[in-house]
């Protein structure tokens, strides 16, 4: 019997998590209209890394509302992906939830 604890998407962390929430929801931002109030660039977007960590952890970020209104991400790869492959390649590690669909 493992006494690893399971890990699951985007919630692998579950501590870590909960302080990045408890953070990040008394932070407020103030901002100009119609003017990005934080913005993420992805070097290597189509990579491992990003796959696996970065859009989990964004995704994480947006579904507990806990992103900034009028944020973005940049992404620079290498690759030449569009970005309906690229939501394609990072599909399997960015699921809500049940429920939570759209």
């Given at each position: 019997?493992?006494?690893?604890p ?8 579950p501590e870590?998590?909960q302080?990045?929430?408890d ?12 003017q ?5 660039v ?18 994480a970020?947006?579904?507990?509302k ?6 973005q ?30």
């Amino acid at each position: 019997m493992s006494s690893k604890p399971e890990l699951g998407c985007c919630e692998a962390n579950p501590e870590g998590l909960q302080l990045l929430r408890d953070s990040l929801s008394c932070c407020q931002v103030c901002n100009s209209p119609g003017q990005a109030s934080h913005v993420f660039v992805v070097f290597g977007a189509s990579g491992d890394l990003a796959r696996k960590k970065i859009y989990p952890t964004l995704w994480a970020l947006f579904r507990d509302k806990l992103l900034p209104e009028n944020t973005q991400v940049f992404g620079y790869a290498r690759s030449k992906l569009t970005m309906s492959q690229l939501r394609d390649k990072c599909a399997e590690t960015m699921k809500a939830k049940e429920g939570e669909e759209e």
